[in-house]
């Protein structure tokens, strides 16, 4: 075999690296969210998700998508996903870092910070690999709704909180550790669930309560392969106002496989190593959770924690794209310097950063804010923080994994790059800004969280520490109630939103980040609102912004 040229110029993988000990940001977001924490477990974690095994596991989990066994040889209907044994490698992996349910366990409730060291294990896992992470959240985010069926609750708790993963196809009481996925929207609804038309006739009454038969269909139905799911129905006889929350398990408590037919697994542009499915109900069985016709209410405490997890999956998605960018152009070479010695690139990477450790301080920020549910102040501003973050970390997400790519040039497009990632990333983006409500839901949300209550003293306070530090900020925050005020109507409800998640963001970097990160953001986003990467003014310290970014 003839050699036609020499290989060179071509940087090598960002892999085997800790993804923890390297991300500066997340760091300090953990001491100023959760002082005292023991972070441990979380450089052990950095170090299991930037491997390159781990990044292997990704990749085949993601080219060996799931595929759909709705009968065996026999020709009996088993309505099975099978997957790569990567994707169960993967699955264990986020089940043994305590990713799922575990931070509602006694032991780690005690410690004050549960939800913040989740969250930031959760960052973590979704720069390896964030598809898997689907079912892991929704088995996170189940615990507050399921406890108003407590007979439930005390059976599959200890197995939502335990660290095992188990993917069998059992009776609960047979596995060590069990998962929960959800089903709300239907083909002709959408994200206006009320106009599901599911229906449950009533069953009778056992150990597990009020119990019923459920007949419909789901348009979205994530994770078919999970023990089981927290679904609405109309319950017959109730009319419209009759929308209640059910507790649909695959195998029933006899060991018999519940009634739960797959009709195919959705083609999706990304989150392509979970499987997502429409699936059909025939008489399928299924108990009460909560009071009828609180169905909306009653999944949608489930929804509050997932959108927590959409806002730091972006957020872990944004770290490992730029991460990569600048391991990429620390050692590409062009036009006589390394790329990140380029002054234009050098902008587009500390804007990049400035960006990405934003985002990660907004949604650390809501994480705390769950880990103080009993505090008046957190539990409103929880209530503001969660559609804010939610809307503006995974609105920009799509066009941050563009820019990221876009560093890396031909090498970025390609699915080859760096175990496929940067395609990966972008391709997997815009699922957490659709996902549990898109854009105008949560900017909905914003109003509506305004509206009850003193959020607006609630967010106000919170950002009282900030004052003083920067002048366009100080006016921004004497402007908000003003911007609440002329923004309160649906019209503009997107403006708020954005406002409001620039100027909280903004006040946090006060907090937790050094001086040239806080006054570039703040001269970029709240003084200028610049609208492209790249775009940072000429008296930015863009060194020390990209020096701190530095993954390794």
């Known amino acids: ?254 060991g018999t496989r519940n009634t739960l037919r797959i009709q195919r697994l959705k083609d999706k542009l990304g989150n392509q190593a979970n499987a997502s499915s429409e699936v059909e109900f025939d008489n399928t069985v299924a108990w009460l959770v909560g009071e009828p016709g609180r169905g909306v209410p009653q999944i949608l405490s489930m929804g509050t924690m997932t959108r927590l997890d959409c806002a730091l999956g972006t957020s872990g998605l944004m770290r490992q794209a730029l991460s990569i960018a600048l391991h990429h152009t620390g050692q590409r070479q062009a036009f006589g310097k390394r790329l990140v010695e380029q002054p234009l690139m050098k902008n587009v990477l500390a804007d990049l950063a400035l960006e990405s450790e934003a985002a990660t301080a907004l949604s650390m920020r809501l994480a705390r804010a769950f880990d103080r549910a009993g505090d008046e102040h957190e539990r409103l501003l929880a209530r503001v923080l969660t559609p804010i973050a939610k809307f503006w970390i995974c609105k920009r997400g799509s066009a941050f994994a563009q820019e990221a790519m876009e560093c890396l040039g031909g090498n970025g497009y390609v699915e080859e790059g760096g175990e496929g990632i940067p395609a990966r990333i972008y391709r997997e983006m815009p699922v957490n800004s659709i996902w549990e409500g898109a854009g105008n839901i949560m900017a909905l949300d914003l109003l509506r969280a305004l509206r009850k209550g003193d959020v607006a003293g609630a967010l106000a306070h919170e950002l009282a520490p900030a004052r003083g530090q920067h002048a366009a900020l100080d006016r921004a925050i004497d402007a908000l109630p003003t911007l609440i005020d002329a923004h309160a109507s649906e019209t503009t409800a997107r403006t708020l939103a954005r406002d409001v998640a620039l100027i909280v963001q903004a006040a946090l970097l006060a907090q937790t980040a050094p001086s040239a990160v806080f006054g570039a953001f703040c001269d970029s986003r709240i003084a200028q609102r610049h609208d492209v990467f790249g775009t940072l003014g000429a008296g930015t310290d863009v060194d020390a912004i990209v020096a701190r970014a530095m993954p390794v």
């Not at 099978?82 to 986020?94: D, G, I, Q, R, V």
């Not at 056992?206 to 129905?233: I, N, Q």
């Open 1 to 254: 075999m003839s050699a036609t040229h020499e290989v060179f110029n071509q940087p090598a993988p960002l892999a085997d690296v800790n993804l923890f000990s390297g991300n500066r940001a997340l760091q300090d977001a953990i001491r100023f969210n959760a002082p005292g924490l023991d972070t441990a477990p979380l450089q052990a974690l950095g170090a299991l998700a930037g491997s390159a095994e781990t990044q292997r596991h990704a990749r085949l989990a993601n080219v060996f998508t799931p595929q759909l066994r709705s009968h065996d040889r026999f020709g009996h209907r088993i309505d099975e996903v099978e997957f790569h044994p990567s994707y169960h490698a993967l699955m264990t992996a986020a089940a043994e870092a305590g990713l799922h349910g575990t931070p509602y366990a006694a032991d780690e409730q005690a410690s004050g910070h549960a939800h913040v060291k989740r969250a930031a294990g959760f960052m973590l896992f979704t720069e390896a690999e964030p598809s898997i992470l689907c079912p892991i959240s929704m088995t996170y985010a189940v615990t507050p709704a399921l406890r108003d069926n407590p007979a439930i609750h005390c059976d599959w708790a200890p197995r939502l909180e335990a660290r095992a993963y188990d993917p069998q196809l059992k009776v609960w009481r047979d596995k060590a550790g069990v998962t929960m996925g959800m089903g709300m929207t239907e083909k002709q609804g959408g994200s206006d669930v009320r106009a599901n038309t599911t229906r449950a006739v009533h069953d009778g009454r056992d150990e597990w309560g009020e119990r019923y038969r459920l007949t419909g269909h789901k348009w979205f139905f994530s994770a078919p392969m999970c023990d089981a799911f927290l679904v609405l129905a109309y319950v017959e006889g109730l009319g419209e106002g009759g929308l209640s929350c059910f507790f649909l398990p695959r195998v029933l408590p006899d």
